[in-house]
Structure formats: structure tokens, C-alpha cells
């Protein structure tokens, strides 16, 4: 079973940044495209960002076009989503996901007015 283990959460102040990791035990995590998604209490799950297999492709939510960065590292089975100019609606749990069907447990993010 995959495992896929995200870390970098914390409480920000508003405007500042944080970077969340998202470390694969996926032999096979090159080939996979990989994303983020967020979620607050009471809504849906959020796409977030998502990226390419060679991470030459990268998409993000409307939201976050323009402060968040999403990246990888093949050789460290690890995505990251740099998260800049954070906002207080930007508090959620974050979740990385693998392929189409393997999500993390979770990594809560804060951001304080």
C-alpha cells in the first residue's frame, strides 16, 4: 500500500509563506502525476495544484494562481507546494494525492488575520 506522508503545516500570519512536502513510498512515483487539494470545515474538497509526471506540466485553482508553486523531486519521492502571500481563507488541511486514487493523511495549515 502506498504511503504517502505530508509535513510543513503550521500556523502563518497572513502574507507570510510556508512550503508543504509530501514524501511518496511509491517505488514508482516518477511516473505518476501528482496534486494538492485543501479542505475546510463544512466544504468540499478544493483542487489546489497538480503536476506532471517530469513536472513539466503544472495546473493550479484559481485561488492560488500566482502564490502557490507546486514542484517535485523524483529522486526523493517528494512533491512540495510552496505557499506564498498566504490568506486566512487559505486555512485548510492540505492533502497530496498519487495518481488518481492515494491521499495523505494530512497536514493542517493556518493562517491568521
Known amino acids: 500500500q502506498v504511503q504517502l506522508v505530508e509535513s510543513g503545516g503550521g500556523l502563518v500570519q497572513a502574507g507570510g509563506s510556508l512550503r508543504l512536502s509530501c514524501a511518496a513510498s511509491e517505488r514508482t512515483f516518477s511516473t505518476y502525476p501528482m496534486a494538492w487539494f485543501r479542505q475546510s470545515p463544512g466544504k468540499e474538497r478544493e483542487f489546489v495544484a497538480a503536476i506532471s509526471w517530469s513536472g513539466g506540466t503544472t495546473y493550479y485553482g484559481d485561488s492560488v494562481k500566482g502564490r502557490f508553486t507546486i514542484s517535485r523531486d523524483n529522486a526523493k519521492r517528494t512533491v512540495y507546494l510552496q505557499m506564498n502571500s498566504l490568506k486566512p481563507e487559505d486555512t485548510a488541511v492540505y492533502y497530496c494525492?498519487?495518481?488518481?486514487?492515494?491521499w495523505g493523511q494530512g497536514t493542517q495549515v493556518t493562517v491568521s488575520s
Open positions: 494525492k498519487l495518481g488518481s486514487t492515494d
